[in-house]
């Protein structure tokens, strides 16, 4: 199993940015790939970023694409996610997730273990 512990939230207006961060401990050396996910009030938890944890593809959600990047320090243990040009529409609990048994994708399903999350809001 593997722990992960999100920080960096907060409160910004619109055309901001904040940077994500998720430490991970226990058995990192298990992770496949790590992911950010968020859930807005009253909607389903939606993919945002991913980033193998060793060699692959990085994706990202289209609503998302050249706003912000996924990134990690492999010694740290940690992924990143820089976002700029925060809307609205960015506002909610954001969550990062590591893939052990499959290789991590876009579904929620395809992760194993999750943080408890780091509110983002951003204001008009």
């Known amino acids: 199993q593997v722990q992960l512990v999100e920080s960096g939230g907060g409160l910004v207006q619109a055309g901001g940015s904040l940077r994500l961060s998720c430490a991970a401990s226990?058995?990192?050396?298990?992770?496949?790939?790590m992911g950010w996910f968020r859930q807005a009030p009253g909607k389903e938890r939606e993919f945002v970023a991913r980033?193998?944890?060793?060699?692959?593809?990085?994706y990202y959600a289209d609503s998302v694409k050249g706003r912000f990047t996924i990134s990690r320090d492999n010694a740290k243990n940690t992924v990143y996610l820089q976002m700029n040009s925060l809307k609205p529409e960015d506002t909610a609990v954001y969550y990062c997730?590591?893939?052990?048994?499959?290789?991590?994708?876009?579904?929620?399903?395809?992760?194993?273990?999750w943080g408890q999350g780091t509110q983002v809001t951003v204001s008009s």
């Open positions: 997730a590591a893939a052990r048994r499959g290789y991590g994708s876009r579904r929620t399903t395809e992760y194993d273990d």
């Open positions: 226990g058995r990192t050396f298990s992770m496949n790939a």
């Open positions: 980033i193998s944890w060793r060699h692959g593809p990085t």
